[in-house]
């Protein structure tokens, strides 16, 4: 049972390129987030998704777009990087709303912009 | 918006002493707490949740949570610390029916042998 697997692990861009983190689960659940932890300041939810078809802005949107590809899947994408998107970046799910379910986090992803 | 604020970026025990991590909350309704565990290079795990049934909210690996809306507070405590327990622990506090629920900004565990 692999849960919420994220690729790449660990990824280094130039700033101003271009890349999309991936996110898939297999726990049938509807909700997806997307989240970013940076030293000091815990996690902040940058988008999440309630359901297949839905995405809405979480705290720290700016930078980002996201697309709820099917049940599965809920793909992170930065346009033009830039050094302050240096961060490591969770994927979660859960079987309803953030609020006042579990949510199971993937393992992460290193991103350095340089 | 709710926030939440752990007291101690780091705390250091010895193996066997009582492990207590703080977290106090601000919530303009009756909130939803968490706390969730980080090992390294892992994602974050739920340890237990209060969602305004008992006060006193038992997790796992024998962690526990007490509700205390007077002081607005959810502080973790672990009678006897195990080396395994060495790891990072986040506090968050949600309001129950929507998707923002706010983390604080982790108290990092080490346990001494």
């Known amino acids: 049972n692999a849960g919420v697997t994220q690729t790449p692990k660990f990824q280094v861009l130039k700033t101003g390129q271009s890349m999309t983190l991936q996110c898939a689960q297999d726990m049938n659940h509807n909700s997806m987030y997307w989240y970013r932890q940076d030293p000091g300041m815990g996690l902040r939810l940058i988008y999440y998704?309630?359901?297949?078809?839905?995405?809405d802005k979480g705290e720290v949107p700016n930078g980002y777009n996201v697309s709820r590809l099917n049940k599965r899947e809920f793909s992170l994408r930065l346009e033009s990087a830039a050094p302050s998107q240096t961060s490591v970046y969770f994927c979660a799910s859960g079987s309803g709303s953030l609020s006042n379910t579990e949510a199971f986090f993937g393992q992460g992803t290193r991103l350095t912009v340089v | 918006a709710q926030s939440v604020t752990q007291l101690g970026s780091h705390v250091s025990v010895s193996e066997g002493a009582l492990v207590l991590l703080r977290c106090n909350y601000s919530s303009s309704v009756p909130p939803y707490l968490f706390w969730y565990v980080q090992y390294p290079n892992q994602g974050l795990q739920l340890l237990l949740k209060y969602t305004s049934a008992a006060t006193l909210v038992k997790g796992i690996n024998g962690f526990e949570a007490e509700f205390k809306k007077s002081e607005t507070s959810f502080h973790l405590t672990k009678p006897s610390a195990h080396m395994s327990d060495a790891a990072e622990y986040f506090c968050?506090?949600?309001?129950?029916?929507?998707?923002?629920?706010?983390f604080g900004a982790g108290t990092r565990l080490t346990v001494k042998p």
């Open positions: 968050a506090v949600s309001d129950g029916w929507n998707n923002d629920m706010r």
């Open positions: 998704s309630a359901s297949e078809g839905t995405t």
